[in-house]
């Protein structure tokens, strides 16, 4: 087992890179994962794990596959790991992974969908990517201005569904012209000329376009819905959050 001492070493450098900055994991194509889930999450994704980074002090057990090929695996001291780490209290472990990137000819098969526009929130973001993969959605897209998906709190907002469901950064506008084209009925979320959420059944086949917490969906993308809902305020609240209004709306219109 390799065995790294200094935070000067290249590859610590890269690692606390893919941690504190946006432009080196869009470069590289990389990410890191800390914590004992996120990493077996990471594992059962065969050629998403670059490195395993275990801390000297830290016993992790893991049990290869019979035909999945073994993860290096790197030990590093308290120094090294607190150089990588970016939560208060870790657990010691990380994984250095590949981005999950789906080829061209899954999208034909993509029934429901889940577009983000503009949200900026780390967490929310996160959250609706667990909440759709939970709900059984093929893929999330997130549009210009929304959160990056590998940032360190969206990645652990989302809880290992990053491993479970595509997650695609990409122009709405094109994806919505994708969607009909496919003959998904498109669901946008606003308050003008909107009708009740639950005035729309379950569907075979959909897009739902959520927005940012503030503005909403923009009128550009909702132009081009062929309906667009609201959930009905019943106490005092003036608005839900992002990420529980899309949860109960994947759950509304989801038909399995």
């Known amino acids: 087992m390799k065995r790294i001492e200094s935070t000067q070493n290249s590859l610590v450098k890269h690692w606390k890179?893919?941690?504190?900055?946006?432009?080196?994991?869009?470069?590289?194509?990389?990410?890191?994962?800390?914590?004992f889930h996120l990493v077996e999450e990471a594992l059962k994704?065969?050629?998403?794990?670059?490195?395993?980074?275990?801390?000297?002090?830290?016993e992790f057990g893991v049990t290869w596959d019979a035909d999945a090929e073994p993860v290096p695996m790197i030990e590093v001291t308290k120094a090294v790991a607190d150089e990588i780490s970016e939560t208060e209290h870790?657990?010691?472990i990380y994984a250095h992974c590949r981005q999950p990137a789906p080829a061209e000819e899954d999208f034909s098969?993509?029934?429901?969908?889940?577009?983000?526009?503009?949200?900026q929130d780390p967490g929310n973001v996160g959250t609706m990517i667990r909440t759709a993969d939970a709900a059984g959605m093929d893929a999330v897209i997130l549009?210009?201005?929304?959160?990056?998906?590998?940032?360190?709190?969206?990645?652990?907002?989302?809880?290992?569904?990053?491993?479970?469901?595509?997650?695609?950064?990409?122009?709405?506008?094109?994806?919505?012209?994708?969607?009909?084209q496919s003959g998904l009925l498109v669901i946008g979320t606003g308050l003008q000329n909107a009708v009740d959420h639950s005035e729309i059944g379950p569907q075979e086949a959909f897009a739902l376009i959520v927005?940012?917490?503030?503005?909403?969906?923009?009128?550009?993308?909702?132009?081009?819905?062929?309906?667009?809902?609201?959930?009905?305020?019943?106490?005092?609240?003036?608005?839900?959050?992002v990420a529980v209004a899309t949860g109960i709306l994947l759950y509304t219109y989801n038909a399995k």
């Open 17 to 35: 890179k893919l941690v504190t900055t946006r432009k080196e994991r869009d470069k590289s194509g990389e990410f890191l994962v800390e914590g």
């Open 45 to 58: 994704k065969e050629g998403t794990v670059l490195h395993l980074i275990v801390r000297d002090d830290i």
């Open 211 to 241: 927005g940012n917490e503030g503005s909403g969906v923009s009128e550009e993308l909702l132009e081009k819905t062929d309906q667009t809902v609201k959930i009905p305020m019943y106490g005092k609240a003036e608005s839900l959050n």
């Open 90 to 92: 870790s657990q010691g």
């Open 143 to 180: 549009g210009k201005g929304s959160a990056d998906p590998y940032n360190p709190k969206t990645v652990r907002s989302a809880q290992g569904s990053h491993f479970h469901i595509p997650v695609i950064k990409g122009e709405l506008s094109e994806w919505v012209d994708r969607a009909k």
């Open 109 to 119: 098969g993509w029934k429901k969908l889940l577009f983000v526009d503009a949200v």
